[in-house]
């Protein structure tokens, strides 16, 4: 039983552990934190409307941040993979109603931690609040440059940026995400697929 407790926080273990200098008891301690929850395939863990509790990170499988327009058109904002923190944002630090839902696009093993013990987990360990902003700005400026390649970048430009910086997206996930996450349509992403 001991060691399926490990494994469930093995992958937040090896993040804690790359980020910070700490005893094995304060990296138990953290990861105790958090709760578990297995998804099915495309399942919404949030929608628009509902303030967002949760902070998620990716143990496996993928989430997707995305908004639906009036007509029901969805856009994807963000795609969150294996060993990653993610959430709908704005909702969870304001604590206000989201425009975004959350849904699981594969079954996914995730762990979770609501909005007041992740506020705590800053004053508890040392250090983590550092762990935290730096990766904030990582996640800030890859969400810029995907804003700036929509606007600058062809079809093209896109999806090879795409596959240079994280190929195993465009190979996991179903071509009508990615297609959305790109901006382009199913038709263009399957000719880009072919010429590869």
């Not at 995305?66 to 969150?80: K, P, Q, S």
């Amino acid at each position: 039983m001991h060691k399926q407790h490990d494994d469930i926080y093995l992958s937040l273990k090896k993040y804690f552990a790359s980020n910070l200098t700490a005893s094995e008891e304060q990296v138990n301690l953290f990861c105790n934190k958090f709760k578990v929850k297995r998804t099915k395939r495309n399942e919404v863990l949030l929608h628009a409307g509902e303030i967002n509790p949760y902070m998620y990170f990716v143990n496996s499988g993928c989430l997707r941040i995305y908004m639906m327009d009036a007509d029901g058109r969805e856009a994807t904002r963000f795609l969150v993979m294996d060993g990653r923190f993610g959430t709908a944002f704005p909702s969870f630090i304001l604590q206000e109603p989201s425009l975004a839902y959350i849904q699981t696009i594969e079954a996914s093993e995730l762990l979770y931690i609501n909005f007041t013990d992740f506020r705590s987990l800053m004053d508890t360990f040392p250090g983590w609040e550092t762990v935290y902003r730096i990766n904030l700005e990582k996640d800030y400026i890859a969400s810029i440059k995907r804003i700036e390649s929509l606007i600058t970048m062809d079809a093209k430009e896109r999806y090879n940026l795409l596959m240079a910086s994280d190929p195993q997206m465009i190979q996991r996930l179903p071509s009508k995400i990615i297609a959305d996450y790109l901006g382009i349509s199913q038709e263009t992403l399957s000719r880009l697929k072919s010429k590869k």
